[in-house]
């Protein structure tokens, strides 16, 4: 951004449009972006990738059963054995819960068996375990496209039905999970806003050391999240923009978390202006114009960066991307036009106690991080040498990771209802009876098909085929939870026999067949988006830098930033947190925001070592960038490590591994990679890192002298 145009957005009538134009966008946006949460679309078919076997199934599932059908269990448990009064009441349950409003039909054409009214004396109690001690009844509801939205007031209904005295009962099988989920998430808007901007002012506040700054850069990015929230509500109610409560809370926490950096970055450039300009409107045209191209590169990464994940064959992960990249993008805008008009307005005194006047010094010249710069100039190589080993030796802790899945009751950090309840089915010999392959093939090949799943083990008798038009489907119950390993074996093996079946041209789906192809399509899209991502950060950096040699060594040591984060990660999960793995998608979810969001960091360093470079050559230019920029980084770090761990908050395994793998890896980058790491480069290639530009033709090393000189930053 030039000087001209930077000072012409916070002039003295300018800033006061500016603050005027974005009440009115704020307040616009407020009512459009509190609908958000109603245009998530959490049900499994927007997760699903649409060239996965499971979802060819379901579309020729459509004449045998309803895609918005949604199974659900109801277990009763009494240790010792239920009694005749127990079941006598189970059965009148089962008669009240045929009238509840949205029960499907009963399955007529040989989809999973359902209970209607006309049909509910008929069918009383499906399933008692031998020992006596737990009954099962199933229910399918039907409750609309936007059905899986209604299921926890639903879980409510029937537990209130189902309530008998000394009798657990919990709500399981598709509809108690997705139930579960939706309370997993539940809140998500409020809670995980109010805890991440609880994290923000406490570090902000110890940061600036100032009772009112930490509110320019709070309001900024609640104006930020509520336009990217109004905006992106649009396009999934009118765009198909995949939305769900995972992408939903990433946008929350990556909007306050960037766009704290943003404000970090141009604030302490502003303090800088002012103690060498005496009018605030000339020190915010100077800090906007040396500022505003280091954090337009780390928002145009991360934007380009999360639209990478557009290539992803998973849904859920492709949705991402534009919600992510909106965030982003929407965030600098504010940020650079926003808040650089609320600093002007206030004036010096937001800064108090601490206010930076006119010719006073420099507090960063005599901080830690020049301390830290000047141990490192006199034996770089020997410091970055042992740094890179420490790292890797950190990277060995990638061999424990395991990133195939985790059942259903390894999915929450909490137990909860429908986890329970499918535990108390296997531990007493009952099945899920909602857990199904569902096959379909060609009719003339139909017995065939069924023929050929008989006696495969992980699977009980197929039902008898039935044809509609020119269709057959087959179904039959896996026995093990729908998640785990076993289960996915037991689709593969159905799978294996059905292929082989000449001219049936038959399609396994159901609930565990959706997991395993979520699975396959998450390893593939790691395989796929991690090199894109690379390439994409790679040549921004490179027309950043305006070097080859500089970029390709930023890049390499920010894979082994991320290989030591996800080790040491892999380590806790393991050993500390005892989760029993990871989701399939975690690996790229943790590379995408480590890599997209720890680039940021290289940015913010680099740009400042090529700008000093111009006045002090490489070496002593990285040493004052250091000092200038180390304090800024290392509070913009734990900004967004702080706001990372908050995901923690939310009861769901994968968001808790996700955020503490970022959080540490954004530690991991700001105190070692950036500030040790990559400032011993520098130091000790000089000139060499801007191959092949010519920018430091008088490359030499630093003298003792020169290295305990007193700083000066370029003007």
């Known amino acids: 951004m030039n000087r001209q145009l930077a000072g012409s957005l916070t002039g003295r009538i300018s800033k006061w449009i500016v603050l005027v134009a974005w009440i009115v966008v704020t307040v616009g946006a407020a009512g459009f972006a509190s609908k958000l949460a109603d245009v998530q679309n959490n049900e499994a078919s927007s997760w699903l990738p649409a060239s996965a076997e499971s979802t060819r199934a379901l579309e020729r599932l459509g004449p045998f059963q309803d895609p918005n059908a949604i199974p659900t269990l109801v277990v009763y448990e009494r240790e010792g054995g239920l009694t005749e009064e127990d079941l006598a009441a189970i059965e009148e349950d089962a008669a009240e819960f045929a009238t509840m409003e949205g029960l499907a039909a009963l399955g007529a054409q040989g989809a999973p068996p359902v209970i209607s009214p006309a049909a509910a004396q008929e069918i009383g109690i499906p399933a008692i375990s031998e020992d006596g001690e737990v009954a099962q009844t199933q229910i399918t509801f039907d409750l609309g496209a936007d059905g899986w939205n209604k299921l926890p007031d639903i879980a409510t209904d029937l537990r209130d039905i189902a309530a008998i005295d000394g009798v657990e009962t919990y709500i399981a099988g598709a509809g108690g999970q997705a139930a579960d989920a939706a309370e997993a998430f539940g809140g998500i808007d409020s809670t995980l806003l109010v805890a991440t901007l609880s994290v923000v ?17 709070i309001f900024c ?14 396009l999934a109610k009118y765009a198909d923009l995949t939305v769900n409560g995972q992408s939903y809370a990433i946008l929350t926490i990556l909007v306050i978390g960037a766009g704290t950096d943003y404000a970090l970055l141009l604030v302490a450039r502003y303090r800088e202006e002012l103690r060498r300009h005496e009018d605030r409107h000339e020190a915010m045209a100077f800090a906007l114009h040396r500022a505003a191209p280091a954090i337009l590169a780390s928002a145009a990464t991360v934007v380009l960066g999360m639209l990478c994940l557009l290539f992803a064959e998973m849904n859920s992960t492709a949705g991402l991307g534009p919600v992510a990249a909106i965030g982003i993008a929407v965030t600098f805008v504010v940020m650079v036009t926003l808040l650089p ?7 010096r005194w937001v800064f108090w106690p601490r206010r930076p006047s006119f010719g006073s010094p420099e507090p960063t010249q005599s901080g830690i991080w020049a301390r830290v710069g000047r141990a490192i100039a006199p034996r770089p190589r020997r410091v970055w040498v042992i740094t890179s080993a420490l790292l890797a030796v950190a990277c060995l802790g990638l061999f424990t990771l395991n990133t195939n899945g985790l059942s259903t009751e390894d999915t929450y950090t909490t137990d909860f209802e429908s986890v329970t309840g499918q535990q108390t089915l296997v531990e007493h010999g009952l099945l ?30 197929p039902s008898p085929p039935v044809v509609q038009e020119d269709v057959a489907f087959i179904q039959a119950t896996i026995t093990s939870d729908p998640s785990t390993q076993a289960a996915f074996d037991t689709v593969e093996r159905v799978r294996d026999a059905v292929h082989d079946v000449d001219g049936a041209d038959a399609l396994v789906g159901g609930g565990s067949a959706f997991f395993l192809d979520t699975l396959n399509a998450s390893e593939r899209d790691s395989i796929v988006i991690i090199p894109i991502i ?25 894979v082994l930033s991320f290989g ?25 979810f943790a590379f995408v925001f480590l890599v997209a969001l720890g680039i940021d960091y290289n940015i913010f360093l680099m740009t400042r070592v090529r700008e000093e470079t111009m006045h002090h ?3 002593k230019g990285a040493l004052v960038a250091l000092t200038s920029t180390g304090g800024v980084i290392t509070s913009a770090g734990l900004v967004l490590a702080a706001t990372f761990l908050v995901l923690g908050t939310i009861p769901v395994v994968f968001l808790a591994e996700l955020g503490v793998a970022v959080a540490l890896g954004v530690i991991l980058d700001t105190m070692i990679v950036r500030s040790v790491l990559v400032t011993a480069i520098n130091m000790d290639l000089g000139g060499k890192v801007w191959w092949p530009s010519r920018l430091d033709d008088d490359d030499h090393h630093l003298s003792l002298d020169e290295i305990e000189a007193p700083i000066e930053t370029v003007h």
Do not use: K
């Open 534 to 558: 690379l390439v994409v950060v790679l040549l921004i950096l490179m027309a950043l830098l305006r070097s080859v040699l500089a970029p390709v060594i930023l890049m390499v040591t920010v």
């Open 341 to 347: 008009a609320l600093l002007v307005i206030t004036g």
């Open 201 to 217: 002012i406490l570090i902000l506040l110890f940061t600036y050391r100032s009772p009112v700054l930490w509110i320019l850069p």
């Open 564 to 588: 030591a984060a996800l080790g040491l990660s892999s380590l806790l999960f393991t050993y500390v947190f005892g989760f029993a793995g990871a989701d399939p998608s975690f690996p790229l």
């Open 617 to 619: 050559g490489t070496r």
């Open 221 to 234: 990015a609640g104006v930020s999240l509520f336009a990217a929230q109004a905006l992106i509500y649009f």
């Open 432 to 461: 899920d009876q909602s857990n199904t392959v569902l096959v379909v093939a060609n009719a003339d090949e139909g017995e065939a098909v069924a023929a050929a799943m008989v006696g495969l083990e992980g699977v009980e008798a």
